[in-house]
């Protein structure tokens, strides 16, 4: 079983920067395809993005593309979330997750949830 902790989250304004870690512990990620989700308060875990497991394939959700960009660093079992141009409507909780295959964006596909690290971003 894979544990994954993302971190990096702060408070920043508005068109400030951002990149957020997701590591994983307990087995190797590299057999996985990773997801960026978000939760704002009162609403549904949004999917942000996910990386295919070679990192050759990325996918966006349309609000984030052109500032958000996933990476990952199989050697260091971790994955990124590069945020540029921030927004206040970027502020959530940011989780990571596994799943099975890329291109995937239901939740209910992803796995290993961990805690998420909190983004602000005031105006």
């Known amino acids: 079983q894979v544990q994954l902790v993302a971190s990096g989250g702060g408070l920043v304004q508005a068109g400030a920067t951002l990149r957020l870690s997701c590591a994983a512990s307990g087995r190797t990620m590299s057999g996985y395809a990773m997801g960026w989700f978000r939760q704002a308060p009162g609403k549904e875990r949004e999917f942000v993005g996910s990386i295919s497991r070679s990192g050759i394939s990325t996918y966006y959700t349309n609000s984030v593309k052109g500032r958000f960009t996933i990476s990952r660093d199989s050697p260091k079992n971790t994955v990124y979330l590069q945020m540029n141009g921030l927004k206040p409507e970027d502020t959530a909780v940011y989780y990571c997750?596994?799943?099975?295959?890329?291109?995937?964006?239901?939740?209910?596909?992803?796995?290993?949830w961990g805690q998420g690290t909190q983004v602000t971003v005031s105006s």
């Open positions: 997750a596994h799943a099975p295959q890329a291109g995937l964006w239901d939740p209910g596909s992803f796995g290993s």
